[in-house]
């Protein structure tokens, strides 16, 4: 199979890729950059959301042009990780989270607009994504599967928040998304999930807690603690992936829901 690895804060390079062919793609929504490789067997197409040296903010990420990448080079499946910060208390610092459940009520992305391939009225193919839940059920399985293989058993399921960059929330917001049952939040991966539903790509989401969000705990996370982990996560994240290549499905996954196209 061919997956596409998505990858943020601390990861801007999968250290065991191999037979690397970094490449340069033009999208109606702009270019992006990407690493092709193999992997434990897999094609792998990688992206960075933010690139070497944190080059883009969360603000600055171009999603709709990381997700007709994927769809245009024909990924079958693709995973995605994001350090965040803990909305449940009982969540533990340095620990995994499968999510399984979204929280992303504003559907914009950072320039305001709609969070959608569907830009263009009378466009071919435009519609709406249907579904229960947003991530595959198989590739949330390898997750978990390839986590304990790594020795990081993950939670099984939880809520992503999605919120605004790149300034942190206040205790006031941070209230409301517990309020909604968000486990854990972040920056990136909610037009991620949004935008590889409506491509059809097959997409499950891995987090590690680098912080308790604010307000969460009575004091609050050092900003040296945080950064601290978001370094771990590196390690964290390629043993777990790798683990999870292994554990793949031998077909591709479907994708996820269904779709009303007109």
Known sequence: MRIGILTGS???????????????????????????????????????????????????????????????????????????????????????????????????????????LHDRPE???????????????????????????????????GCYGHVDGPRFNTRAEIRMLGACGVSAVSQTAGPETVLCGEAEIPYALLGYVTDYANGVRAQPTQVSELTRLMGASTGAFAATLEHTLACLPDAPPSPVGAQIRF
């Open 10 to 116: 601390g990861t801007h390079v999968l250290p065991t890729l191999k037979d690397v062919t970094p490449r340069v793609l033009d999208t109606r929504f702009g270019p992006t950059n990407v690493s092709i490789g193999r992997w434990r067997g897999a094609e792998i197409v990688h992206v960075s959301r933010h690139g070497e040296g944190h080059a883009r903010l969360s603000s600055h990420v171009n999603h709709r042009a990381n997700v007709l990448v994927l769809r245009e080079l024909q990924v079958d499946a693709a995973l995605a990780v994001t350090i965040c910060g803990a909305v449940d208390p009982d969540l533990e610092l340095g620990s995994l989270v499968v999510f399984d459940d979204l929280h992303f009520l504003a559907n914009r992305l950072a320039d305001g607009s709609i969070c959608s």
């Open 123 to 157: 466009a071919p193919g435009r519609g709406h994504w249907v579904f229960e839940q947003p991530f595959s059920s198989p590739l949330r399985e390898a997750l978990l599967e390839g986590a304990m293989a790594a020795g990081r058993p993950a939670r099984d399921g």
